[in-house]
């Protein structure tokens, strides 16, 4: 069986798509497949997806939906649903992964947890400057030559340390939750079902949260790697973020959460109550 399957979600984003993949590409740890969850793309990214095909140990599966307006949690649920493997990796289309990035969710995996990853956001001039050489030679991870490209210090560089033991420390002492984070996350593909998936009842604004506490309410808990697990995240416009989705779906998780529920019925399988 493969060892794990990293979804990648995605929409018309297909030069920030090919920084991902180029990163994935580079991973240290090789038998996973790619799966491109893709909310209704051009056929750019299907021309993307194509070039990066035979790079990869396994095929890249290119799951995709017609554009109906923003529909993340329905083709994640059908991207799980076609993973071959039983241990699924989670991130987007705008976070390039660093080279010890599978490594290090499988070598953290744990039965009744999911992980928890973190990210380093970068500015748009930062953005568009990584190229496929400062991917595969790790200088988009360099701290040193990401101020020389004009970055400010500050101490969140410290996301980027390659120090396993200042990292497992960070881990430990950081005052941000264990959350279930669609940039960087994993978990078993049975925990997943256990709770019928993403909720499509939901649009943007959390929806990767919500999931995450129906699991813990099952009984799944969180475990922090956010030092660990790192990916750069790429600038770009959230257009469909709105004030009403957001409005909706926290009235969804409040009610989720007060009331511990675990399964939902718009999930990966509609037929059940």
């Given amino acids: 069986m493969i060892k794990a399957s990293v979804i990648i979600t995605t929409y018309n984003s297909e030069v920030w798509l090919e920084k991902v993949l180029w990163g994935f590409t580079n991973q240290t740890f090789k038998d996973f497949e790619i799966i491109v969850a893709d909310d209704g793309s051009n056929s750019k990214t299907k021309e993307k997806i194509i070039f990066f095909s035979d790079k990869f140990l396994h095929p890249i599966q290119h799951i995709w939906q017609k554009d109906e307006g923003f529909r993340k949690c ?20 705008d976070c390039i992964p660093r080279k010890d990035f599978v490594a290090t969710h499988l070598k953290n995996k ?76 994993s978990c078993f593909k049975s925990d997943l079902l256990k709770v019928n998936g993403f909720n499509e009842d939901m649009s943007y604004g959390g929806l990767d949260r919500e999931i995450g506490e129906r699991m813990m309410n099952s009984g799944v808990k969180g475990k922090q790697i956010r030092y660990s697990a790192i990916c750069l995240h790429l600038n ?28 939902i019925s718009n999930g990966i399988y509609k037929s059940k109550v």
């Fill in 74 to 93: 329905s083709i994640l649920n059908k991207a799980i649903l076609n993973s071959k493997s039983e241990y699924i990796i989670f991130t987007d289309g």
């Fill in 110 to 185: 744990t039965e009744n947890y999911f992980l928890s990853g973190g990210y380093f956001k970068l500015d748009d001039k930062l953005s568009n400057s990584i190229s496929k050489v400062e991917i595969l030679n790790g200088n988009a991870f360099n701290i040193k030559w990401l101020l020389n490209k004009g970055l400010q210090y500050s101490f969140k560089l410290s996301k980027l340390t390659h120090n396993s033991f200042f990292a497992s420390f960070m881990n430990w002492i950081t005052p941000t939750k264990k959350t279930f984070n669609g940039h960087n996350t």
């Fill in 236 to 263: 770009h416009d959230r257009k469909y973020a709105t004030s009403e989705t957001w409005l909706k779906n926290n009235e969804i998780r409040n009610y989720n959460k007060k009331n511990k529920i675990t399964f």
